[in-house]
């Protein structure tokens, strides 16, 4: 039998598999190898040993389950407060832990995650869908490495995604729709027709603490938007007579409400009943409200403001996100087919046709 030098750990067998046993910081552990060979449990040994000589051995890493880093996904939601908190909750319960629930997270590999998505997709989950999950286990992974509770994680995939909205208002379609809308709607609704602020979490709550009139402006607070910086912007006059208006409404009826936009004073909430109907009364069943988002940047860009105001009024942080909504349509399209036929063409056109009404050279005769 080999002789192996001290602190390189030993092998014992309890039935028929074996078992593996050595010391970190002076604490005995043992270890289940999970093998009935004695050569593969002496590598596993061996890959401890290694583990703890250059500082990467965790124990009891093996037996952290995909639940144990789930969990911590979820106090990590709880106590930052993240509003996606109950989408996660509801992903996890519905689909991630029925399939990899008590599975231990250092088992875990890239094959199962792959048959993982191929069942999903199965059950006709979008990619979309499918990587909103899998950014909940890439998730669960990082925390467990940074808390020091696991010390791998498996290759995770990002697919393709093809569901970009394309979704916007062209101003008749925009009129035609508001004239439709319940009376207390259409002040929002024309607020986010012209800043592309975000409905539920920027617009619907907005208070006129936030509002100086005197000065033109409106804040938003660092911390109450999606990316969680806040931002000043100088108010046009469509929006300041949109809020002369509201104040009026504020001090003759409802003194008690300090929020911008509200029904009867109540706070809005749902506005689906309403918007679906006014949309299908104009013809444009579908249309959605973050449709204004869009809009907005588009008609910023259109109109000439500079791309880093215009990100700054409509509150895109990247660059990325904010040229997917700087959509182009057919009406785009079609001006740039007037600005060829009536600023590019007629110069080429007149210059092409100088140089082919030049007489050819005649060759000379020689005799």
Same mark, same amino acid.
């Given at each position: 039998?080999?002789?192996?030098?001290?602190?390189?750990?030993?092998?014992?067998?309890?039935?028929?598999?074996?078992?593996?046993?050595?010391?970190?910081?002076?604490?005995?552990?043992?270890?289940?190898?999970?093998?009935? *060979?004695?050569?593969?449990?002496?590598?596993?040994?061996?890959?401890?040993?290694?583990?703890?000589?250059?500082?990467?051995?965790?124990?009891?890493? *093996?037996?952290?389950?995909?639940?144990?880093?789930?969990?911590?996904?979820?106090?990590?939601?709880?106590?930052?407060?993240?509003?996606?908190?109950?989408?996660?909750?509801?992903?996890?319960?519905?689909?991630?832990?029925?399939?990899?629930?008590?599975?231990?997270?250092?088992?875990?590999?890239?094959?199962?995650?792959?048959?993982?998505?191929?069942?999903?997709?199965?059950?006709?989950?979008?990619?979309?869908?499918?990587? /909103?999950?899998?950014?909940?286990?890439?998730?669960?992974?990082?925390?467990?490495?940074?808390?020091?509770?696991?010390? /791998?994680?498996?290759?995770?995939?990002?697919?393709?995604?093809?569901?970009?909205?394309?979704?916007?208002?062209?101003?008749?379609?925009?009129?035609?729709?508001?004239?439709?809308?319940?009376?207390?709607?259409?002040?929002?609704?024309?607020?986010?027709?012209?800043?592309?602020?975000?409905?539920?979490?920027?617009?619907?709550?907005?208070?006129?603490?936030?509002?100086?009139? *005197?000065?033109?402006?409106?804040?938003?607070? /660092?911390?109450?938007?999606?990316?969680?910086?806040?931002?000043?912007?100088?108010?046009?006059?469509?929006?300041?007579?949109?809020?002369?208006?509201?104040?009026? *409404?504020?001090?003759?009826?409802?003194?008690?409400?300090?929020?911008?936009?509200?029904?009867?004073?109540?706070?809005?909430?749902?506005? /689906?009943?309403?918007?679906?109907?006014?949309?299908?009364?104009?013809?444009?069943?579908?249309?959605?409200?973050?449709?204004?988002?869009?809009?907005?940047?588009?008609?910023?860009?259109?109109?000439?403001?500079?791309?880093?105001?215009?990100?700054?009024?409509?509150?895109?942080?990247?660059?990325?996100?904010?040229?997917?909504?700087?959509?182009?349509?057919?009406?785009?399209?079609?001006?740039?087919?007037?600005?060829?036929?009536?600023?590019?063409?007629?110069?080429?056109?007149?210059?092409?046709?100088?140089?082919?009404?030049?007489?050819?050279?005649?060759?000379?005769?020689?005799?």
């Amino acid at each position: 039998m080999p002789q192996y030098k001290h602190g390189s750990g030993s092998l014992y067998r309890r039935g028929q598999t074996w078992w593996v046993t050595y010391y970190v910081n002076g604490k005995q552990i043992w270890e289940s190898a999970k093998t009935k *060979d004695r050569a593969e449990a002496r590598r596993i040994l061996q890959t401890k040993i290694g583990q703890r000589a250059t500082g990467k051995l965790l124990v009891g890493a *093996d037996r952290v389950t995909f639940t144990d880093l789930t969990d911590m996904v979820l106090t990590d939601y709880r106590v930052n407060g993240k509003k996606s908190l109950a989408h996660v909750e509801w992903r996890l319960r519905r689909y991630l832990l029925p399939y990899f629930g008590q599975v231990r997270a250092q088992e875990l590999t890239s094959a199962q995650i792959d048959a993982y998505i191929v069942q999903r997709q199965t059950q006709g989950a979008s990619n979309a869908e499918v990587n /909103r999950e899998l950014a909940i286990v890439k998730r669960a992974f990082s925390l467990g490495l940074r808390k020091e509770q696991i010390y /791998r994680k498996p290759d995770i995939p990002r697919l393709e995604e093809d569901n970009v909205r394309q979704g916007f208002f062209e101003p008749q379609e925009f009129a035609a729709v508001l004239i439709r809308l319940p009376e207390y709607l259409r002040p929002p609704v024309q607020w986010l027709y012209f800043t592309g602020w975000r409905t539920k979490t920027e617009v619907f709550p907005l208070s006129w603490s936030q509002i100086d009139l *005197d000065a033109g402006t409106v804040r938003l607070y /660092r911390g109450t938007t999606k990316n969680k910086e806040g931002r000043v912007i100088a108010l046009p006059q469509v929006l300041k007579d949109i809020l002369e208006q509201q104040w009026q *409404d504020h001090i003759e009826h409802y003194p008690d409400c300090q929020t911008v936009f509200h029904h009867q004073g109540k706070p809005i909430k749902d506005t /689906r009943g309403s918007w679906e109907r006014a949309c299908k009364e104009a013809g444009l069943p579908g249309k959605l409200l973050h449709d204004f988002r869009r809009t907005a940047v588009r008609n910023l860009v259109r109109a000439g403001v500079p791309e880093r105001v215009a990100m700054t009024i409509t509150g895109h942080k990247t660059r990325h996100v904010f040229e997917r909504y700087n959509i182009v349509s057919a009406g785009d399209l079609e001006d740039a087919a007037r600005r060829i036929d009536t600023l590019i063409a007629p110069r080429t056109m007149t210059k092409t046709m100088t140089l082919t009404q030049q007489p050819e050279e005649q060759p000379t005769l020689t005799h």
